[in-house]
């Protein structure tokens, strides 16, 4: 069984900083995407970054420039390091990964993660 055990989130005054990490667990393959999503109370869940197995990254025009994606393939593992945090970025993030196709389309994702809250105080 496949599992994504996040880390890391937390409470940060804006334009403090905070690093997430994903852990896959239960996989003998590894994924061609991995990435993090996030959803506020009263939104639709949306997604931040996303890491392809060759490496190209891409980014929510909301976050770029302030969020970096990192990944290991070989070991399925993401991190999100997240710099100059605003309280519009409060939400809970949710790691996730597919093992085919993109991380793109929410409808599409094959794994998640259980979600770690981030909360950004003005």
């Known amino acids: 069984q496949v599992q994504l055990v996040e880390s890391g989130g937390g409470l940060v005054q804006a334009g403090g900083s905070l690093r997430l990490s994903c852990a896959a667990s239960?996989?003998?393959?590894?994924?061609?995407?991995m990435g993090w999503y996030r959803q506020a109370p009263g939104k639709q869940r949306e997604l931040v970054g996303a890491?392809?197995?060759?490496?190209?990254?891409n980014y929510a025009d909301s976050v770029q420039g302030r969020f970096t994606i990192s990944g290991d393939n070989a070991k399925n593992t993401v991190h999100l390091q997240m710099n100059s945090l605003k309280p519009e970025d409060t939400a809970v993030y949710y790691c996730?990964?597919?093992?085919?196709?993109?991380?793109?389309?929410?409808?599409?994702?094959?794994?998640w993660g259980q979600g770690t809250q981030v909360t950004v105080s003005s």
């Open positions: 996730a990964a597919v093992r085919f196709g993109s991380l793109a389309v929410v409808y599409f994702v094959d794994y």
């Open positions: 239960g996989t003998d393959f590894s994924f061609n995407a």
């Open positions: 890491i392809a197995r060759a490496g190209s990254t």
